[in-house]
């Protein structure tokens, strides 16, 4: 079945650096990307959604200056949580599609800022 | 607008002994609606979808989910609980735009 590979699975960073995740369609065109970010022993909610080429959009709340979406291509995406602070600590989940197969989710990758 | 109301936060279950979590949901029309499991610091794994055909839907590693229309439901449950099954599981509806819409969750435990 199709495969969403995302990494780094688990990243520490220092408080005011960037960190960007990635996330990968390995055997399909993901035309659609979501993010999500779940805090601890909460659910997940979106952040933003993004269209190949496009710019993303944003969920209320979530500063689009701050977390920086990039979906370059149709097999990937990346978001980069700007300027990191504690905080931040979260969660954050991609979601792909292409509107043709079932939404398939990337493993997660666990951010701890210091 | 659409939703999902996860009943309970936490289930607790024997092993062997069956498993009920509740998911109420809200929409405006007929609803997608999905079953994920998360196991620790893992992702989300698809247990099971509704997509408007066959009330009962069958999805992995024994567990099933009832959609009713009239009393707006979509309950997920197994025959027998193992051990390995202790997880996060949410409900969710999928809104327009094909976004998801998450419950709360339900953390379910196993005791032996």
């Known amino acids: 079945g199709a495969v969403v590979s995302q990494h780094p699975s688990w990243v520490i960073c220092k408080s005011g650096t960037s960190v960007k995740i990635e996330c990968r369609s390995l055997d399909f065109q993901a035309t659609t990307m979501f993010w999500y970010r779940q805090f601890p022993k909460q659910s997940l909610m979106l952040m933003a959604t993004s269209n190949e080429g496009s710019k993303a959009t944003y969920e209320q709340g979530v500063e689009k200056d701050k977390f920086l979406i990039n979906h370059a291509s149709l097999t990937l995406s990346t978001l980069t949580v700007t300027s990191a602070h504690p905080e931040d600590s979260s969660f954050y989940i991609c979601?792909?599609?292409?509107?043709?197969?079932?939404?398939?989710f990337g493993q997660g990758t666990r951010l701890t800022v210091v | 607008a659409q939703s999902v109301t996860q009943l309970d936060s936490h289930v607790s279950v024997s092993e062997g002994t069956p498993v009920l979590l509740r998911c109420n949901y809200s929409?405006?029309?007929?609803?997608?609606l999905f079953w994920y499991v998360q196991h620790p610091n893992k992702g989300l794994q698809l247990l099971l979808k509704y997509t408007s055909a066959a009330t009962l839907v069958k999805g992995i590693n024994g567990f099933e989910a009832e959609f009713k229309k009239s009393e707006t439901s979509f309950h997920l449950t197994k025959p027998s609980a193992h051990m390995s099954d202790a997880a996060e599981y949410f409900c969710?509806?999928?809104?327009?735009?094909?976004?998801?819409?998450f419950g709360t969750g339900t953390r379910l435990q196993v005791f032996p």
């Open positions: 929409s405006s029309y007929s609803p997608s």
């Open positions: 979601r792909m599609t292409d509107l043709y197969t079932e939404a398939f």
């Open positions: 969710v509806v999928r809104g327009n735009t094909d976004k998801l819409i």
